[in-house]
């Protein structure tokens, strides 16, 4: 029995997902009946009319416009930083890992308030101002850190990771400057970097979505070389693997699924850095596995903590809080389990 449900377990998690984002889809604020919610998604995606005409508009743009791809969206999103968190953690090596440990998020967080701050308001391939300032300034950080700690043709892993904390704080020093000699931008700026879904459409998610698809293709890709980096480098170079090609594979595809999904939602911590802990007590550490899994617990994750944030109370609370609101505690008892010998 346990080894046909481990044979068939990727097969079931796409459908507990797929049930997923379907609740979801029917919860919320505004009540919608279930048979209203339930004829509006089969007309929207099969087009099958049955008797649409008792449906009122607002309905059919709060299920279709509104619900659905914002859950889309954290399904993406929670997925994509839950993907980078497992890679990041195998490549260094270390379980403090996550998708911002090179400095992304603080990127990220200065090209936003720059955006909000300058009252940048063009748009290009679904994105606001906001958004493509943010994901400049994200990618532009890795390039930053990339080329500091690089020596020669190789990026030793500890130098890497020194780099992307000293930058990040530096980023993060200019933020509050900016934050002081701007006061009245404040309250946009902090909500900004608690991360929200709130306002998230169908635009938000095929300007995503590519970035995210590319990225994922390439870490997909790269889990057999991720799996012997496990032995060492020395070890993983005397089998074969191009080492310093696979951290720039990794560093490429992870930093554009983190500037692509960051630049959208805003900062969404403890996805990236949790998920892929839980994933591995579950699955092991083989990447193979690790790498789908943490990808669709992920997605669920944050499509879980979004619902909760929309509906608990009546003004919206950023998902980000509920994030860390769950992972802060669930870590540290990972920690404790893991100082008395239990993971």
Known sequence: MKSKLKKHAMLISIIICMIIIYLCTLMGVTSISFVEANKILLNQIFHIDLGMENISVGATAIIWNVRLPRIILAFVTGGALALCGAAYQGIFKNPMADPYILGVSSGAALGATIGIILKFSSSFLGLNGIAILAFIGSFSTILIVYNISRVGRKVPVATLLLSGIAIGQTLSALISLFMIFNQNEMSQIIFWTMGS??????????????????????????????????LGEDTANQLGVDTERLKKKILFSSSLITAAVVSVTGIIGFVGLVVPHIVRMVTGPKHRVLVPFSLLFGGVFLILCDTLARTATAQEIPVGIITAAFGGPFFVYLLRKRKKGGV
């Open 197 to 230: 879904l709130n306002g998230k459409g169908w635009n938000q998610v095929i300007a995503v979505l590519p970035y995210v698809i590319l990225g994922c293709v390439i870490m997909l890709t790269s889990v057999r070389e991720l799996d012997i980096m496990l």
